[in-house]
């Protein structure tokens, strides 16, 4: 910005970060830009707003009806504001025609008042990472969200026929989707990622994409952002992308494993070269934390009655409540990494939960642990699948939640995870889910039919 701009920004009262926007506007030719949030299920909402009146936004944000959004308010005192990040601002590609583009502008949510709105997932998640700040430290997390290609039918409707029959690392051509993948990045580094690697996954027609790891807030507006590139590129390409994390039975699931460390004054809080495993004492305490948590905090990371068809054993998926080094039946896998890339991977979430929250509460859960030292106990570097129940008691492993229900009755009875969440979400979220669960309950499904519907 020149002198006279930054005076002129000064008059305005707009930031220099917000008055950077306009100049980009101006620049790229943008004509409509998307004001994006999130509902409590994840979901992104928009408005789409004309460029003239993103400096309007800035300065006075934008209205709407709360009531209308899952998990917010009642209609009652439906007011409320859309607070545009200016940090947040991307072109769309996809929307873009050669003369004018579109862009995006991720927003906070705040109340007629001015006061942020406690039942935001982002909110949430910006008040989890403050209480990071106050113990001095800041959170980096590198997101590994899976998900499948499936075609469509004649009538253009989702199918579950995978869109090739590529396995793990496969190259073209068994796996055809190379191309959408070489897609979906040139998109995502038009929008600012920095992509680290991409692959087929084991299942046919499962990929991975992975971006650079980033503090913890911009890792939860990434991974929303990625998964509308995903859909949006797939739907150019005629095909249908789902992070549904287990669409086929007897295959594998999509998760989303996510490395985590915390950063301080002096660098990685998690590294000491004279660890066996890299690890600091704050790691460990972190990691206790984390596993103390985990069934609590499962129906936030975990939050479809589809996910946990997912966490069984026998397809790569943590069931167990326990850590290793070279086990990835466990939970947590710590990678052969060190200095300020010593971390460790939490690997059970998967990609429908809702990215803010899901990191609010295993963060939150990791803090609670270096408050008050918990101990991850030794590592398990057998195979817990073949595991008995005697063993697993020898060793004092649990498992997760095995259904929607399960989880959520672990989360109403944690105070750690419910002061993550506060008390807006934590009811508005644990309604939602009882009444998927209780739908689930009432539904009769195919193979119900195909089992019973002639023997009995």
């Known amino acids: 910005m020149t002198d006279g701009q930054i005076a002129a920004s000064k008059e305005s009262g707009l930031t220099e970060a917000e008055e950077d926007v306009l100049d980009q506007i101006e620049e790229e030719n943008v004509d409509f830009v998307r004001l994006q949030f999130t509902d409590i299920t994840g979901t992104v909402k928009n408005v789409s707003v004309p460029a003239s009146q993103v400096e309007k936004a800035f300065e006075e944000g934008i209205w709407f009806d709360g009531s209308s959004i899952e998990g917010f308010v009642r209609i009652q005192e439906s007011d409320m504001r859309l607070e545009p990040d200016p940090e947040t601002f991307a072109v769309l590609p996809w929307r873009s025609d050669g003369d004018t583009a579109s862009a995006r502008l991720i927003c906070d949510v705040v109340n007629t008042d001015g006061t942020p709105f406690e039942g935001g997932p982002r909110q949430v998640l910006k008040s989890v990472l403050a209480e990071a700040e106050e113990m001095g430290y800041t959170v980096s997390i590198g997101p590994e969200p899976e998900f499948f290609l499936f075609e469509k039918d004649e009538k253009g409707k989702a199918t579950t026929i995978p869109h090739d029959s590529g ?36 299942a046919d027609g499962q990929h991975e994409i992975n971006f650079k790891y980033d503090d913890a807030l911009s890792a939860a507006d990434n991974i ?53 495993f890299n690890l600091s004492e704050t790691a460990y305490k972190f990691m206790g ?20 068809k997912r966490l069984v054993p026998g397809y790569e998926a943590p069931v167990y409540v326990a850590w290793s080094d070279v086990n990835r039946t466990a939970l947590i896998r710590v990678p052969d990494a060190a200095g300020a890339s010593s971390r460790f991977e939490i690997r059970s979430p998967d990609p429908s939960s809702n990215p803010y929250l899901a990191l609010a509460v295993v963060i939150k859960a990791g803090l609670e642990g270096i408050e008050n030292d918990a101990d991850p106990g030794d590592p398990v570097r057998e195979d ?33 995870v419910r002061e993550a969440l506060g008390d807006h979400v934590t009811e ?20 119900e039919k195909e089992k019973y519907l002639e023997k009995f």
């Open 167 to 202: 396995g793990y690392f496969d190259l073209a051509p068994k796996d055809l989707a190379s191309d959408v993948r070489r897609e979906i990045i040139f998109t995502l580094e038009q929008m600012g990622f920095e992509v680290e690697a991409s692959h087929h996954e084991v």
């Open 224 to 276: 929303a952002t990625f998964r509308a590139v995903v859909r949006a590129v797939a739907e150019q390409n005629d095909i249908h992308a789902t992070f549904m994390p287990k669409p086929i039975s007897a295959i594998n699931g999509s998760g989303m494993h996510s490395h985590i460390s915390l950063f301080d004054d002096e660098g990685n809080a998690f590294a000491d070269e004279d660890d066996e």
């Open 289 to 308: 934390g984390v596993l103390n948590h985990a069934e609590a905090f499962t129906a936030v990371t975990n939050p479809t009655v589809n996910s946990y």
């Open 384 to 416: 817990i699948y073949e595991f008995d129940d005697a063993k697993l008691d020898e060793y004092g492993i649990t498992t997760l939640p095995g259904s929607l229900d399960s989880a959520l009755d672990a989360l109403e009875e944690d105070d750690v």
């Open 428 to 447: 508005k979220f644990v309604e939602a889910k009882r009444a998927d669960y209780a739908d689930y309950k009432t539904h009769v499904s195919a193979w």
